[in-house]
């Protein structure tokens, strides 16, 4: 029998180390590092061996693709908008990884998601670690899914439900809720540990792979929103999904991190109801509900979220400051980002927001990550600042240098044909990314640098306090 040496790992990032030490160098984190009893490698081989076989290898063939579909056989789930993410359905014997913050829903998306294939006619395991057979049927029953031929099952040990699987046809869909309770026999390990993940995820991935069956692997998220456990599984599967969404806020949205199958950054939205979620087939008319045009400090962004075009909210406070060092907040947006927009409008634009509370949120809870932004937020920046109402029908892309040069974006006609489907008129853009808009319907008015932004909107100003002053009098 093979000897087994000891190693240390992190049981926050995976790193391994020769021994044990008090903090992980890899992840920074303090009294992570456990103990691990690993096999040596087999005499003649170059590590562990999975299999039973004592043979130096087998022999495999290889075929062609010659008369081969190049196109990956995909299974829908009956739901449109996990189907964009997914990049079209469900690709036979890819293993997707599902993280969100507990309680946003992934439970009950995976179920909608079995109840819709197996009403469709196809096999669907639902298998839960952290819930019993009876409270995963109390789910249903909320989402109007009790009819649904889903099987169900609570078990968390990993060659029981291989070899079940194993029994009768391939499933089409399993889903495994959550990853991190799994364990296996192989690895002699505490559940939820590093190991136990890791080979509990590698035997579940090579099931999926040699069956054909597609997985979803719930898994948990730490403090900062990301997916608990080793990061090599991210690695080992295909695709990895995250769940967002906000308490206050009854929408919830899917976004695709990782996909081999399909466009990354593609996102989903949702709505959550009484009756579980609901697709969102217009996001940009649920971002901009209840948007008030008539007060300063607010500007439209056309946005991109992987295919899709989004149009989102930016909102800006500017506020003289009682204190000794100017407040910063935001939400939504990238806090060094405003940090620098503040700063380019002080440099090259001559305004003093130094003196000034600064708040910038994007409503709806939606976070933005795109440069193409800077300019939505400087012009809310500036109408908070100088009391000037936007125009209502105007959205607001591009890009803002440290130079103070305006700098196009991507994708500038789909922006653009989405926002003129809403209704909005005209468009600030850069001078440099006219020609990528091509022929849209919309007024374009082009700017140069950040000068011509200020400008335009501090036109305004005096007849928008004029028009206060006329309604006090």
Known sequence: MAKRSNSFACQSCGAVYGRWQGRCEACNGWNTIA???TPAPLPGGTGPRLGGGRGKGRVFTLEGLAGASMDAPRVASGIAELDRVTGGGFVKGSVILLGGDPGIGKSTLVMQACGALAKAGHRVVYISGEEAVGQVRLRAERLMLSDAPVE???ETNVEDIIATLSQGPAPKLVIIDSIQTMWTEAVEAAPGTVSQVRGSAQMLIRYAKTSGTALILVGHVTKDGQIAGPRVVEHMVDAVASFEGDGAHHFRILRAVKNRFGPTDEIGVFEMTG???????????????GRDTGSPGTAVFAAMEGTRPLLVEFQALVAPSSLGTSRRAV???????LSMIIAVLEAHAGLKLGQYDVYLNVAGGLRINE?????????ALVSSLTGAPLPADRVYIGEVALTGALRPAAQMSARLKEAAKLGFA???LPKAGIDSAGSSSMGLDAGGDVTDLVSGIAALAPRARRKVGSEQG
């Open 35 to 37: 103990e691990e009893s």
């Open 152 to 154: 169900l099952a609570a």
């Open 275 to 289: 009756a579980g979620l609901a697709e969102v087939p217009n996001p940009s008319s649920l971002f901009l509900a």
């Open 331 to 337: 939400v939504g947006w990238d806090q060094n980002r």
């Open 371 to 379: 440069p193409a932004a800077d300019a939505a937020a400087a012009a």
């Open 426 to 428: 005209s468009a600030f």
